[in-house]
């Protein structure tokens, strides 16, 4: 009873089922064959790979664990390197969710859990066999996202994100310095998850007041407080069937968390005043520029929650370590800032593209956005040189020290337009307003915030951590041989 649904009835797909357990292999089998499938199975890897030679099935099911020289893992790895079109669905305990997780990453279309749900199995494999039916065109590199990447970085972080936003219940945290594309890549997830019809709401944890987050989050019901005259929906709510993302969560008061992490276990939460707690139905995205690890040794995020967040996690490189994009970012940016301001179609130069290209980019996509804005808005010409560039772009700190590449005005540049200074360790406007003077600043700041760990320092700096070395002999501050 296979279920075709046009008359070109395509081709019956062919099902691998791996695992090491002959009670559940037997149970896929039989339900399997009885969709309409062609079933091969194997109780081992070896075995398996045998099959894959001989059949070349369409679709594998991998049991993350087989008691076996090659486990479901290595199997994948093997299946993604040698069949690239073959399409793999792992199989996992509860526990290795970590694991399927991190099977999805490397190219699992989609996990299933056991005790297995045959309905989901039986729609996951309708969907594969569909999409199977409908691939005979290679896919185009960019898409209909707007999303522009060229980078193999970026290339592998759009294709993780593509398969974690099909399991539309999954949590997943996004991780990146500011700027780099966080709250652009969750909304995308939300777009090209199953709940992309439903609501999609951002939450700033970070600009909610502690004592407003319950409220803000959760609702109340009327009466709760003294102000509470009607009951009222909180953002949680109001997402109902869609996606939230809690933006910056790293923020959010160490108290609250506690029922952040229950809203993630148990998809519940309770307004305030309630008696009762009111299940919810939504995918929770949680994204942030802090490092987490660190906040929970500093006690100010919950071990618990992090752990909870850590299982589908997804990092956003900073766009120096992808120079690749900048082009197809530059000209894109390009292209909505001259339809914005109405002016004529801009190019840059090649001498511009290679400075755009080299540029260490603090602020990442956000800072490439607000330059090309301001080039389309301050050049005259049709294409914008490098000149115009050099004179609009803020000098990042590693040009210190070296022939600056602008007049006497780059400290005063570096004030006026803070974005090339990482916020962290933006500074008043100091007396002595000499390079040295400012460098200096800049440095002892750095030092500062970073409890004087010269790699983070380097690092917040934009600078290698000889060249902050070598400034802090030069500044006769003692090195030391210090070691983290
Ligand atoms: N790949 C991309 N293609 C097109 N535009 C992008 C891309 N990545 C980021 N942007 C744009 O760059 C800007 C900054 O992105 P976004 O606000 O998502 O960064 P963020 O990582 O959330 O930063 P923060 O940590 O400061 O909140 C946005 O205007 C976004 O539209
Ligand atoms: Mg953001």
Redesign the pocket.
């Given at each position: 009873m296979a279920t075709t649904k046009d008359a070109s009835a395509p081709r019956e797909k062919k099902v691998l089922i791996v695992d090491d357990e002959a009670l559940i292999r037997f149970g896929l089998e039989k339900f399997v064959k009885q969709e309409g499938y062609g079933v091969i199975s194997a109780g081992s890897g070896k075995k398996a790979l045998e099959l894959i030679e001989d059949h070349d099935p369409d679709i594998a099911l991998l049991d993350l664990k087989l008691q076996d020289s090659i486990d479901g893992l290595e199997l994948l790895g093997i299946i993604r390197k040698t069949r690239p079109k073959m399409v793999s669905i792992m199989i996992s305990g509860q526990t290795e969710i970590h694991a399927a997780v991190e099977a999805m990453k490397l190219g699992a279309r989609d996990y299933l859990e056991k005790p297995i749900d045959f309905d989901k199995l039986k729609s996951v494999l309708e969907a594969i066999s569909e999409e199977l039916d409908n691939s005979s065109e290679p896919e185009p590199e960019t898409d209909d996202l707007?999303?522009?990447?060229a980078s193999e970085k970026m290339k592998k972080v759009v294709a993780i994100m593509r398969r974690l936003a099909l399991k539309s219940d999954l949590t997943i945290l996004i991780l990146?310095e500011?700027?780099?594309?966080?709250?652009?890549l969750c909304q995308k997830i939300h777009e090209m998850s199953a709940r992309r019809e439903a609501p999609y709401v951002q939450i700033g944890c970070s600009n909610i007041p502690d004592h407003l987050i319950e409220s803000e989050l959760f609702g109340y019901e009327k009466g709760a407080f003294t102000d509470a005259k009607a009951a009222k929906k909180g953002l949680i709510e109001v997402a109902a069937g869609g996606t939230v993302l809690l933006d910056e969560l790293g923020d959010m008061p160490y108290q609250f968390q506690t029922k952040v992490l229950k809203l993630l276990e148990e998809r519940c939460f309770r307004r305030i005043g309630a008696l009762e707690d009111t299940p919810v139905d939504i995918r929770i995205l949680a994204?942030t520029?802090r490092d987490l690890k660190h906040e929970v040794q500093e006690k100010k995020f919950r071990l618990d929650l992090f752990y909870r967040l850590n299982i589908a996690t997804i990092e956003?490189p900073a766009l120096r370590e992808r120079s690749e994009d900048i082009p197809g970012?530059t000209n894109?940016l390009l292209g909505i800032f001259c339809k914005k301001y109405g002016v004529e179609a801009k190019t840059v130069s090649p001498e511009g593209m290679a400075v755009l290209m080299t540029y260490p980019w603090p602020g990442n996509?956000?800072q490439l956005?607000n330059l090309v804005e301001k080039l389309v808005v301050l050049s005259d010409g049709d294409e914008i040189t490098a000149a115009e560039i050099n004179e609009n772009l803020d000098p990042p700190l590693a040009s210190l020290g070296q022939p600056p590449p602008l007049t006497s005005a780059v400290s005063l540049a570096m004030m006026s337009a803070p974005q090339a200074v990482p916020a962290e360790i933006e500074a008043s406007l100091p007396d002595d307003l000499s390079l040295e003077a400012m460098e200096e600043r800049f440095i002892r700041r750095a030092l500062e915030k970073t409890n004087g760990n010269q790699r983070k320092a380097a690092n917040l700096l934009n600078i290698s951590r000889d060249a902050l070395r070598y400034r802090l002999k030069k500044m006769q501050i003692n090195v030391g041989d210090e070691e983290e």
């Open positions: 707007d999303l522009v990447f990146g500011s700027g780099t594309g966080k709250n652009f994204a520029n956003v970012l894109s996509v956000r956005k």
